[in-house]
Every structure is written in structure tokens, then in C-alpha cells.
């Protein structure tokens, strides 16, 4: 008995269900012709994942059914073929005009035009980006079904994500005579995540018996990156393939009998290293984001800081030179070898590259508020005035020429406000947002060691990573001036923000309490800065985006 199974990684576009649909058909006609027998597709795969709000429209809903019944009349003169889409199912029943959830996050399998079975989710995740059960209602049952031409049937016991991270729903999947267990997914990306996947489903195989096939999302969705690197994983625990991570791939699967259970076989792709997942992730990020919103390019500030830099980078990478414009915008307080070193990044990449002065404007603006502002010292409100003007200059050219404008500000500094409202976080997408500066760095370095999109070597200048940051907004500014050592800003950060300890935790760990309490009050009085900031990549297990939900006005202070 030998049973061929397509693990169709796709890169889905939430709302395009014709797009989606057809992108389902095709990678199932291509894996009929290579001998497969049952084709899994992502969680949701039908719609996107995640929908949001959409979930709540009737017209979505209808239009998602029309959408599976689509792909099974496409797919209905391929002779014992079945295919597994996910897609959202049901309604709302009112009860005394409280609308009460019956829609279910659902997996169908099609078959000869026909939907054969559909399974609803039980596990419902409520945590993190997760927010289901605003959207869905918990399903109860257990799908079992058989694939495969009539000699070389198999009986498959489908899952859907969370339900294989808990013990009951595999085992009484196996219970009801499933052979073989059918994982499919959309489980966001973090820094590790992967491996930690892989055990998790090693303890699932180890404890029901029975080999697992996980059918993982890939692509980027507004701030969520869904990684791929879908596996197979025989009864033991031994992986027996795995797709490779951050692109589409059809992962070919090969069941055969063994004495006491099926044997999984396919290609084993590696791993990636956690900095060449995260720089996957980011280029990703930034692709699907542009790409997927019809944006033409992207332009950002180049400064010759190491923030700019890193995504001046990134962007190249994902998008190639001739879709990415770079502009140095100097202040009275920009150093030479800022400029000598911005000049040097966008030559290495060879990106379009203009210097845009902004000392007329930052002058004009003192003399219109010279009266208001008489007798009264220069601070921080003369800086935000510089960075607001590039703001404006960058968005000026984004509508002219309709390419988005990429923020350059880190974690570190959205965490402790270390930013300018309508100034350096102007823009509509900030690449960096989750990473602290210390992994800034580190990428830099990463980077310039590695060339994984052949862009160019090292392109970032060593001076970049090597000089003290600053903001140059006034003469000789340092970050370090009014910041810990961003050593421990990040640990702090981690231990707070990421982690929730306490700042008597973080104290009591070696940290000066001085230290904690401004880092501290930092993040609780930024939030009203953090609210207005645009979307931004999610790459560590808990963002300043969905995971981060915090009143504004606020007087807790533990």
C-alpha cells in the first residue's frame, strides 16, 4: 500500500478568494500529475488568514462557500483525488438580539466535486495575535476520512492547528480509526518558533502512536509572518521531511505500510539558523506587505545610523535595488561622516540616492516661531521640529510618486518614546518595530557576513555598526546621554514588556533599580505615541501590536 500526500505551502491573500481558490486548484492539478493522492492546504486557506472583522459579514461567509465549491467543481475529473481547504463556515444565531456565534473555523474535504467531510476547530487560541473566539465557535466532533485510489486507502484524521497542541483531540481522532494525522495550519512566526513546533508535534506523534503530516502557512499578513517550513513526522518522532521555510513549496509525501504503523518519506529541507530565519521573516515581511497593497516601491531617511541602515538593507533584499529610493535629509547638527557613509550604503546597493537639506526649512521654522519661543532655551521641541520635517519631505514624495515610506525606528526606542510623532514615525510600515537595538546590531553583522538574495556583500559600512548612535538632532547628542546601556534597556525591556515580570523581578535580578523605574515609566507614559505608529513586523512572542493592548491613560505603576 503506498499513498502519495502533497503538503501545498501557499502564500495566501486575505480576501481574494478567487485569487486564492485558483492558486488551490493549480497546486492540486500539479500534484495529481506527480502521483498525489490527497493535496492539504493551509488553515483558512480558502480566505486568508486572518480575516478579522471579515469573519462577521454574512456576504464573506456566502462568498468563502462559493469560493470551496469552486475548487471542488475545478478539481471534480481527478479521479480519487482529495483535497483538504480550510475556510470559515456557518453563522450567527440571535438570541434575544444577542447575536451568538455558530461559525466555525473548518476544514472541508472535496473529493470528485463533491465536499465529503467537514471538520470544525475545537481549540480555539484566545492569546497573543490569536483572537478566535470573537470570530468562531468551538467545534466538538472528529473527521476521519479515507484518501487514496481504492487499493491504497488510508484513513486520515483531520486536525486544524491548536486542536494538535492539546492530548484529547489527537487521541480520540485515533480513537475513531485515523491511521494518520493531517495538521494544517496557520501559526505565526517568532524567532524560534519552528523548533519549538516540531517538538510540540513530537510529543503528539509520541503520545497517540501515529505519524503526523503538518501543512503550514507561509507568507506575510499586514504584521504576522507565517514562516512555512511544513513536516512530516513518523510515529517515533523521527521527522521524515520537511518544505523549506519563507517561500511556496509543494512537499511531496510518500505513505507506505510498515509492520506496525505508516512510514512517512520525503525530501528533509534544513533548518535555518535564528538570525537567518528572522532576516527570512523580515524581507518577507516587507515583500508581502508591499506586493500584497500594490504599493510600486518604498522610500525611507537614510541618516548613516545603523537603524537606516538595517533597513535600507532589508528592503533591497526583498524588493530589489530599482523598487527602493534612499534620501539623506541633513540637519545643522549632521556629522560628515553621516553623509560619507550613507553616500557609501546606497552606492554598495545601488539605490537611487538624494540629499534633501532641511536646514532652510528648520530655520524658517524658528523665525516663524522666534516671537513665541522668545527667551526661552533650545530643546527637544527644536529636534522633534527636524524630524517632522523629513517627516513631511518623505511623505510629500510618497504621494507624488505613490511609493510607501518605510519607518526606521526600533523596539528599544517605541518602547521608551525615543521617537518623534509625525517625524521618523511617519510613514506606513515600520520594518524594524520589534526588534530591540541590541538585535539591530546583531543583524547588521549577520547580514553583512551573509549574502542570502545575492544584493551584494557586507553592505552595510563597518563605521555604521561600530559608532555610538544618535539621533544628531542637537551638537554631539549620544543615545547613551539619556539611555542605559542598551544592554540592559533590552534585557529590562525583555523582562517587562515581552515577559510581564515585575519591576521588584527584574530589580531583584541584579538590575539597577533606578534603571528599572525609568525604563519602566518609559513604556506606560509612550503608549499614546506607540497607538499612532504604523503596522510593523511581529517577530518576537510579543509585539507592540495585537499582543500589546494597554490604556493609554493609565496610573498603574507595578
Same mark, same amino acid.
Given at each position: 500500500?503506498?499513498?502519495?500526500?502533497?503538503?501545498?505551502?501557499?502564500?495566501?491573500? &486575505? +480576501?481574494? %478568494?478567487?485569487?486564492?481558490?485558483?492558486?488551490?486548484?493549480?497546486? #492540486?492539478? /500539479?500534484?495529481?500529475?506527480? $502521483? !498525489?493522492?490527497?493535496?492539504?492546504?493551509?488553515?483558512?486557506?480558502?480566505?486568508?488568514?486572518?480575516?478579522?472583522?471579515?469573519?462577521?459579514?454574512?456576504?464573506?461567509?456566502?462568498?468563502?462557500?462559493?469560493?470551496?465549491?469552486?475548487?471542488?467543481?475545478?478539481?471534480?475529473?481527478?479521479?480519487?483525488?482529495?483535497?483538504?481547504?480550510?475556510?470559515?463556515?456557518?453563522?450567527?444565531?440571535?438570541?434575544?438580539?444577542?447575536?451568538?456565534?455558530?461559525?466555525?473555523?473548518?476544514?472541508?474535504?472535496?473529493?470528485?466535486?463533491?465536499?465529503?467531510?467537514?471538520?470544525?476547530?475545537?481549540?480555539?487560541?484566545?492569546?497573543?495575535?490569536?483572537?478566535?473566539?470573537?470570530?468562531?465557535?468551538?467545534?466538538?466532533?472528529?473527521?476521519?476520512?479515507?484518501?487514496?485510489?481504492?487499493?491504497?486507502?488510508?484513513? &486520515? +484524521?483531520? %486536525?486544524?492547528?491548536?486542536?494538535?497542541?492539546?492530548?484529547?483531540? #489527537?487521541? /480520540?481522532?485515533?480513537?475513531? $480509526? !485515523?491511521?494518520?494525522?493531517?495538521?494544517?495550519?496557520?501559526?505565526?512566526?517568532?524567532?524560534?518558533?519552528?523548533?519549538?513546533?516540531?517538538?510540540?508535534?513530537?510529543?503528539?506523534?509520541?503520545?497517540?502512536?501515529?505519524?503526523?503530516?503538518?501543512?503550514?502557512?507561509?507568507?506575510?499578513?499586514?504584521?504576522?509572518?507565517?514562516?512555512?517550513?511544513?513536516?512530516?513526522?513518523?510515529?517515533?518522532?523521527?521527522?521524515?521531511?520537511?518544505?523549506?521555510?519563507?517561500?511556496?513549496?509543494?512537499?511531496?509525501?510518500?505513505?507506505?505500510?510498515?509492520?506496525?504503523?505508516?512510514?512517512?518519506?520525503?525530501?528533509?529541507?534544513?533548518?535555518?539558523?535564528?538570525?537567518?530565519?528572522?532576516?527570512?521573516?523580515?524581507?518577507?515581511?516587507?515583500?508581502?506587505?508591499?506586493?500584497?497593497?500594490?504599493?510600486?516601491? &518604498?522610500?525611507?531617511?537614510?541618516?548613516?545610523?545603523?537603524?537606516?541602515?538595517?533597513?535600507?538593507?532589508?528592503?533591497?533584499?526583498?524588493?530589489?535595488?530599482?523598487?527602493?529610493?534612499?534620501?539623506?535629509?541633513?540637519?545643522?547638527?549632521?556629522?560628515?561622516?553621516?553623509?560619507?557613509?550613507?553616500?557609501?550604503?546606497?552606492?554598495?546597493?545601488?539605490?537611487?540616492?538624494?540629499?534633501?537639506?532641511?536646514?532652510?526649512?528648520?530655520?524658517?521654522?524658528?523665525?516663524?516661531?522666534?516671537?513665541?519661543?522668545?527667551?526661552?532655551?533650545?530643546?527637544?521641541?527644536?529636534?522633534?521640529?527636524?524630524?517632522?520635517?523629513?517627516?513631511?519631505?518623505?511623505?510629500?514624495?510618497?504621494?507624488?510618486?505613490?511609493?510607501?515610506?518605510?519607518?526606521?525606528?526600533?523596539?528599544?526606542?517605541?518602547?521608551?518614546?525615543?521617537?518623534?510623532?509625525?517625524?521618523?514615525?511617519?510613514?506606513?510600515?515600520?520594518?524594524?518595530?520589534?526588534?530591540?537595538?541590541?538585535? &539591530?546590531?546583531?543583524?547588521?553583522?549577520?547580514?553583512?557576513?551573509?549574502?542570502?538574495?545575492?544584493?551584494?556583500?557586507?553592505?552595510?559600512?563597518?563605521?555604521?555598526?561600530?559608532?555610538?548612535?544618535?539621533?544628531?538632532?542637537?551638537?554631539?547628542?549620544?543615545?547613551?546621554?539619556?539611555?542605559?546601556?542598551?544592554?540592559?534597556?533590552?534585557?529590562?525591556?525583555?523582562?517587562?514588556?515581552?515577559?510581564?515580570?515585575?519591576?521588584?523581578?527584574?530589580?531583584?535580578?541584579?538590575?539597577?533599580?533606578?534603571?528599572?523605574?525609568?525604563?519602566?515609566?518609559?513604556?506606560?507614559?509612550?503608549?499614546?505615541?506607540?497607538?499612532?505608529?504604523?503596522?510593523?513586523?511581529?517577530?518576537?512572542?510579543?509585539?507592540?501590536?495585537?499582543?500589546?493592548?494597554?490604556?493609554?491613560?493609565?496610573?498603574?505603576?507595578?
Amino acid at each position: 500500500m503506498t499513498l502519495k500526500i502533497c503538503v501545498a505551502q501557499l502564500n495566501l491573500v &486575505v +480576501g481574494d %478568494l478567487a485569487g486564492n481558490a485558483q492558486k488551490i486548484i493549480q497546486a #492540486a492539478q /500539479q500534484a495529481y500529475q506527480d $502521483g !498525489a493522492r490527497l493535496v492539504l492546504t493551509p488553515e483558512l486557506s480558502i480566505c486568508g488568514y486572518a480575516a478579522e472583522d471579515l469573519f462577521l459579514r454574512p456576504a464573506f461567509i456566502a462568498a468563502c462557500d462559493e469560493a470551496v465549491q469552486s475548487v471542488a467543481q475545478a478539481l471534480a475529473g481527478l479521479e480519487h483525488l482529495s483535497v483538504v481547504v480550510g475556510h470559515p463556515a456557518g453563522g450567527d444565531v440571535r438570541t434575544r438580539s444577542v447575536a451568538v456565534p455558530q461559525r466555525y473555523n473548518a476544514a472541508s474535504v472535496l473529493c470528485q466535486g463533491q465536499v465529503m467531510a467537514t471538520y470544525a476547530k475545537r481549540e480555539l487560541p484566545n492569546y497573543q495575535v490569536f483572537d478566535e473566539r470573537r470570530y468562531f465557535a468551538a467545534g466538538h466532533d472528529v473527521c476521519v476520512f479515507e484518501a487514496g485510489a481504492p487499493d491504497h486507502r488510508v484513513k &486520515v +484524521g483531520l %486536525l486544524i492547528c491548536e486542536d494538535a497542541w492539546f492530548e484529547t483531540p #489527537a487521541r /480520540q481522532t485515533r480513537d475513531a $480509526g !485515523a491511521e494518520l494525522l493531517a495538521v494544517i495550519n496557520a501559526s505565526p512566526f517568532h524567532v524560534g518558533k519552528g523548533l519549538e513546533r516540531e517538538e510540540k508535534m513530537r510529543e503528539r506523534v509520541l503520545d497517540c502512536g501515529l505519524p503526523l503530516i503538518y501543512a503550514h502557512l507561509v507568507g506575510g499578513q499586514d504584521e504576522v509572518i507565517f514562516e512555512g517550513y511544513s513536516f512530516a513526522m513518523n510515529a517515533d518522532g523521527r521527522l521524515a521531511g520537511r518544505a523549506p521555510g519563507f517561500k511556496e513549496n509543494c512537499l511531496l509525501v510518500q505513505v507506505e505500510q510498515a509492520q506496525t504503523a505508516l512510514e512517512l518519506r520525503a525530501v528533509l529541507m534544513p533548518h535555518g539558523s535564528l538570525d537567518a530565519d528572522l532576516w527570512d521573516a523580515m524581507v518577507l515581511g516587507v515583500r508581502d506587505y508591499v506586493g500584497k497593497n500594490g504599493f510600486p516601491g &518604498v522610500l525611507l531617511g537614510l541618516s548613516g545610523g545603523i537603524d537606516s541602515a538595517l533597513v535600507l538593507a532589508i528592503a533591497v533584499d526583498a524588493l530589489g535595488k530599482d523598487r527602493v529610493r534612499a534620501l539623506m535629509m541633513p540637519s545643522p547638527y549632521t556629522a560628515d561622516i553621516s553623509w560619507m557613509d550613507a553616500r557609501d550604503m546606497a552606492a554598495r546597493l545601488d539605490v537611487r540616492y538624494d540629499e534633501l537639506s532641511i536646514v532652510p526649512e528648520f530655520e524658517a521654522f524658528k523665525a516663524t516661531l522666534a516671537c513665541e519661543f522668545k527667551g526661552l532655551p533650545e530643546d527637544t521641541t527644536e529636534e522633534n521640529i527636524q524630524a517632522r520635517i523629513r517627516g513631511t519631505l518623505l511623505m510629500a514624495l510618497s504621494n507624488k510618486f505613490g511609493s510607501i515610506v518605510l519607518t526606521t525606528g526600533n523596539k528599544s526606542e517605541m518602547a521608551t518614546g525615543y521617537c518623534t510623532l509625525y517625524g521618523d514615525m511617519a510613514g506606513g510600515f515600520a520594518v524594524i518595530k520589534d526588534l530591540v537595538k541590541t538585535t &539591530v546590531f546583531r543583524l547588521a553583522r549577520w547580514r553583512n557576513a551573509h549574502d542570502p538574495y545575492g544584493t551584494g556583500a557586507s553592505p552595510i559600512p563597518e563605521r555604521i555598526i561600530t559608532r555610538p548612535p544618535s539621533a544628531e538632532l542637537r551638537p554631539d547628542q549620544k543615545d547613551q546621554d539619556s539611555l542605559p546601556p542598551y544592554e540592559v534597556l533590552d534585557a529590562i525591556l525583555e523582562r517587562y514588556m515581552e515577559n510581564d515580570e515585575s519591576i521588584d523581578t527584574i530589580v531583584a535580578a541584579g538590575y539597577a533599580a533606578a534603571d528599572v523605574e525609568r525604563v519602566t515609566r518609559l513604556i506606560k507614559i509612550n503608549e499614546y505615541k506607540r497607538r499612532q505608529s504604523p503596522v510593523g513586523i511581529r517577530v518576537t512572542h510579543r509585539s507592540f501590536g495585537k499582543d500589546w493592548r494597554y490604556p493609554i491613560t493609565n496610573r498603574f505603576r507595578a
